[in-house]
């Protein structure tokens, strides 16, 4: 077996295997060990991890630079429709609890993202998680239910929790997760987020890791990345090492989108999500 996105899989439960098949990752499982041979890997045991990640033609292209939060000798240049907008501080985010934070998000004009909404997406799940991750912008579906991660990119999200053992929240069978946007209004038509964009939201994405004050924080995507690290390295080369956001070990990953666009890669995200369950 030969295929680049077949992933040899040690030692997972059948559920994994099937969430696993759900991913679009092929698992392929040795024959049975003859009797006397090394046990196998217990269930948790990550797969072994594809070769170290090289930058690929197919990775998402590095974005332009994303500026960073302004400081005391380069502030922002701020437009000036924006500068008439209300706009919360950071300070008074950085104060808040779940209730207010919510209310100050769904009230939030900060940018011009707020015309054109019909909802704000806070943030799913778990508040005590400890893992957190962190996608890009609510799309179509998002904006309209006021939810992250619903569409279709959303339904590859649970399978790839679902195989980490995982789920939006916390059940018998699954632990959860809290799950947040770096934006929390829809982008026309799904353009890319503007630079200007993320960081007017990126007070309340402090916040909400804050807040739930995660173990692991998984960034899924370039501008999660971005956001949280403040880096425009491409995601093939930050892959595979432990990053910080705020002291929080931060692994970073595909974006479900992209993965469903270039299944190639799942392999390489699962074996993302292994290197966050060693963790
Ligand atoms: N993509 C994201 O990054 N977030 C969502 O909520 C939906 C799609």
Same mark, same amino acid.
């Given at each position: 077996m030969s295929a680049d996105d077949d992933?040899?899989?040690?030692?997972?439960d059948a559920r994994q295997r099937a969430m696993l098949a759900e991913m679009g990752v092929k698992v392929w499982a040795p024959k049975a060990a003859p009797v006397g041979a090394d046990a196998p890997a217990p269930a948790q045991a990550p797969a072994r991890a594809p070769a170290p990640p090289t930058p690929s033609a197919t990775e998402p292209a590095a974005p332009p630079a994303r500026p960073r939060p302004p400081t005391a000798s380069s502030p922002a240049p701020v437009p000036a429709e924006a500068a008439a907008r209300p706009h919360t501080s950071r300070a008074d985010v950085a104060a808040m609890d779940w209730p207010a934070l919510r209310e100050a998000v769904a009230q939030c004009r900060a940018c011009g993202l707020c015309q054109s909404r019909r909802n704000t997406v806070f943030g799913v799940g778990d508040t005590q998680a400890d893992w957190m991750i962190v996608g890009e912008a609510p799309g179509e579906n998002e904006d309209r239910q006021g939810e992250p991660f619903v569409g279709a990119a959303g339904q590859l999200l649970d399978a790839m929790l679902r195989a980490c053992g995982r789920? $939006?929240?916390?059940?018998e069978t699954a632990r959860g997760v809290y799950i947040a946007n770096v934006l929390k209004c829809r982008p026309p038509a799904n353009r890319n987020p503007a630079p200007e964009e993320v960081q007017q939201c990126e007070p309340f994405l402090a $916040?909400?890791?804050?807040?739930?004050? =995660? $173990?692991l924080i998984i960034a899924m995507g370039r501008f999660a990345v971005q956001s949280l690290l403040q880096t425009t390295e491409p995601i093939g080369r930050l892959r595979g090492r432990v990053h910080r956001y705020e002291g929080? =070990?931060?692994i970073v990953t595909y974006h479900p989108a992209y993965l469903l666009r270039t299944p190639a890669d799942k392999a390489k995200a699962w074996a993302d999500l292994c290197l966050a369950m060693d963790q």
């Open positions: 992933t040899w899989v040690h030692g997972l789920a $939006r929240t916390s059940e $916040r909400q890791v804050a807040l739930v004050q =995660p $173990r929080v =070990p931060v």
